[in-house]
């Protein structure tokens, strides 16, 4: 192969005062940019700034540095397109990258301020009083009816659709086993298992050593069908069919052969090292009536126990689109926004196509309202939600929960290197590599992402007491209480909200 | 909306399905099934979905006079439906294991994502049967067809077996275009036809003669599927099979730049 000329993106420093030569900066690198002859020799072209080294250093003698390498500058051919095409000519193939959409569109979330109470309406305390955080998933009557026995008891007459409880409303992003190592799926379950949300299995099946934790999951059904079979369905709170994810909506998901170990495997059931393709559409989903069958055929199969969930990305009709998924009969409808991360994508997709989150949240929520069917079923909001004050305004905007996949993932030790479709994950995350996955302890991972529940909580109630607001039901669909800042009339149009200081 | 009525002779239950929408049905079956049933005979069916749909058990029997509609074992673990007629799209979709027989023709998208078990069609099948079937270790699904095919047989395949018999009328054509599109495991036997033509086939198979393990594994599955449908085995043995097999197992290899 020739060697290629493509020079590196990263420029590896190692101070050779400091430098003890214990070589577990090279023993940490999966991805071939420590080596050692007398002394730590970096090879910059491979290094992708994932931290491991830096983080094993035990002298600190490690800095990784942006290339200094200049490239005489020019607006509209920036070193990005220029790396990817001569990367292209080496290779004739797609661009690959992982995590979400990197580009500096808008990001709609950071022109949006919340609205506090001062003298006339006071402000709520959440360390002295209660803050109801609690959230039910799944659809809600369209009216409640009663009656009474000849004793004068009160029952509901409603027949009620199941709803499963959230103790904050957060779930965790659909992940497979296979995209993401058993330590860190692990990790995910047992901590939402812990904190009362749901984690998201992905479309690759729920390990059998994890089924103690399926009262707590999400389970996916994908194109490719891996690894759904009565007992999975029957294992989960929640059943989602997965149409579309926010990082490559409208196209297929592909986990090569090279990550099909024997546990995952045994997880998808389908044979050690083969492909796993799924197509990108369900062929047996070409309109509403066909999704309505595979939602009711997921029903009939579970016993009208769990609620069905329906993900698509954020794309131009998502209004029409969500309205249809809630005619079909789902009781929670994802949407997935673009800078939705992902395990693999071609950088293309995942770069130019889709809508941002804020606005389709806000477009579906208006649509339902309008249609007066957002009873019928839960929006859960997914896409970069980085803190919660992105969580905040979700909620504002109309979302019942919202989903936490790269936050989960940055808990867990990822430095969003974006090269999680290499296998190579050096934080034992996004690999199925056993040396590596070893990294990832799964007891101390699961306390991180507990933790992580936990701080954005307390940050959410301290933000619904300065609502002067005791429960999220208060705070959800509220958009009196954000202003936009930076935004224009259109934006604040779609979005719902009024200019700061209107 | 008329309750189904329930009746049990022996081991029998029987229901008679006129004019009971599908959930009262399957729910009425559920039921007799938790109760201990075994055996269904279920009268007068009439478009009803998703019967069958993931039950569990191999000593399951449910015995379908009437056309069943979309669906049909969905999901299903273990039990045999035998229908006596035609049925519909969606056959066996997802199914982990049990047995499917169809009197008749079926339609579309049978067989999807099946990961055991079989369906054994007596006539004709739609568009896109087969499609993404796989196979895991002990599990390897099987749908066998007597007569014609639509387009996309065996798409996406990734493991199990197909046979197509092919008795075709005049005229018609044995298979669609796409023959095989995008299959990378598994094996399609199709019944030696001229219209098996390379401009219908995905570009991912290619037609080959059977070896000896290729004619032990008709032998057994054409003898079952036979004497379920009381036809003479030898008759149908006799004709020329060829397979489709993909030529590569990673036909998406090479699409990256990494």
Not at chain 1, 24 to 45: E, I
Not at chain 1, 435 to 456: D, F, H, Y
Not at chain 2, 11 to 23: H, L, N, S
Not at chain 2, 212 to 233: G, H, I, P, S, T
């Amino acid at each position: 192969m020739v060697k290629s000329t493509i020079p590196p993106m990263f420029q590896v420093v190692v101070d050779k005062e400091k430098c003890r030569k214990c070589k577990r900066c090279v023993m940490s690198c999966s991805y071939g940019a420590l080596g050692f002859t007398d002394r730590v020799v970096p090879d910059d072209k491979n290094c992708v700034a994932c931290h491991r080294c830096v983080a094993m250093c035990p002298e600190n003698a490690i800095m990784i540095n942006e290339s200094p390498l200049a490239y005489r500058p020019h607006a509209s051919w920036t070193v990005e397109h220029r790396q990817g095409i001569l990367k292209q000519a080496e290779t004739g193939g797609m661009l690959l990258t992982g995590m979400g959409n990197d580009k500096p569109y808008k990001i709609f979330w950071d022109h949006l301020v919340i609205d506090a109470c001062q003298v006339t309406n006071p402000s709520i305390d959440p360390l002295r009083e209660p803050m109801e955080l609690r959230t039910y998933l799944g659809s809600k009557p369209d009216k409640l009816e009663f009656e009474t026995d000849k004793n004068g008891q009160p029952s509901l007459k409603t027949q009620l659709t199941p709803n499963i409880l959230l103790e904050t409303p957060i779930v965790f992003a659909a992940m497979s086993f296979g995209s993401i190592s058993l330590n860190a799926h692990r990790a995910l379950a047992r901590a939402a298992y812990e904190s009362g949300i749901l984690m998201n299995t992905g479309e690759g099946g729920l390990h059998k050593d994890l089924y103690k934790y399926g009262e707590r999951a999400i389970v996916q059904v994908a194109s490719g069908r891996f690894g759904v079979h009565q007992e999975y369905l029957n294992q989960g709170s929640v059943i989602e069919i997965k149409v579309g994810q926010g990082a490559k909506p409208g196209i297929g998901g592909h986990l090569p052969g090279e990550k099909i170990n024997s546990e995952v495997s045994q997880t998808r059931m389908i044979p050690i090292g083969s492909d796993a393709l799924s197509p990108a559409p369900h062929h047996d989903i070409y309109s509403i009536e066909d999704l309505r069958q595979l939602i009711y055929a997921l029903k009939e199969a579970t016993n009208y126990q769990k609620p069905v969930s329906v993900k698509v990305s954020a794309v131009h009709n998502i209004a029409a689109i969500a309205s249809g998924i809630v005619r079909a009969g789902a009781d929670i409808v994802t949407i997935d926004g673009f800078r939705g991360g992902t395990g693999a994508a071609p950088t293309i997709i995942r770069d130019n196509v889709g809508i941002p989150i804020e606005m389709a949240l806000a477009a579906v929520d208006d649509r339902l309202r309008k249609e007066g069917i957002r009873n019928q079923a839960s929006i859960i909001a997914a896409g970069s939600i980085r803190s919660s004050g992105d969580w905040v305004k979700a909620l504002a905007l109309g979302a019942d929960a919202v989903v936490i996949g790269t936050a989960a993932l940055i808990a867990m030790g990822c430095r969003v290197c974006q090269k999680c479709y290499m296998g190579k994950c050096t934080w034992g995350i996004a690999t199925q590599n056993p040396q590596l996955t070893a990294r990832l302890n799964p007891e101390v991972a699961t306390e991180r992402l507990k933790n992580l529940i936990r701080a954005w909580s307390l940050e959410l109630k301290e933000i619904l007491g300065l609502l002067g607001v005791n429960s999220i039901e208060s705070l959800r669909g509220n958009r009196e209480r954000l202003r936009a800042i930076g935004l224009t009339d259109s934006e604040a149009n779609i979005l719902g909200v009024k200019h700061a200081g209107e | 909306m008329p309750a189904s009525k329930t009746k049990k002779t022996g081991k029998t239950i029987t229901i008679d399905a006129k004019g009971v929408y599908y959930r009262e049905l399957n729910h009425s079956i559920r039921t007799a099934l938790k109760a201990g049933g075994k055996e269904f005979h279920l009268k007068n069916i009439n478009g009803q979905r998703y019967i069958g749909d993931g039950l569990v058990g191999r000593d399951v029997r449910i015995t379908i006079d009437g056309v069943p509609g979309n669906d049909l074992g969905a999901f299903m673990d273990g039990p045999t439906i035998v229908v006596n007629s035609n049925a519909q799209d969606g056959i066996s979709n997802t199914m982990n294991d049990g047995k499917i027989i169809i009197h008749g023709d079926a339609g579309d998208v049978l067989g999807y994502g099946m990961r055991g078990g079989k369906l054994f069609v007596r006539g004709d099948v739609g568009y896109r049967v087969g499609i993404h079937m796989k196979e895991f270790k002990a599990k390897i699904p099987v749908i066998i067809a007597g007569g014609v095919a639509g387009d996309f047989l065996g798409e996406y395949m990734a493991g199990g077996i197909l046979i197509l018999l092919g008795e075709k009328k005049k005229n018609e054509m044995m298979v669609g275009d796409y023959l095989g599109t995008g299959m990378h495991g598994g094996v399609i036997y199709l019944k030696y036809s001229d219209d098996i033509k390379e401009d219908r086939l995905g570009k991912e198979v290619a037609v080959m003669e059977l070896d000896d393990a290729d004619n032990k594994v008709l032998d057994k599955l054409l003898k079952e599927y036979c004497q379920d449908f009381r036809m003479d085995y030898d008759k149908t043995r006799q004709q020329r099979f060829v397979k489709l097999k993909p030529v590569s197992h990673r036909p998406y290899g090479k699409l990256y730049a990494y």
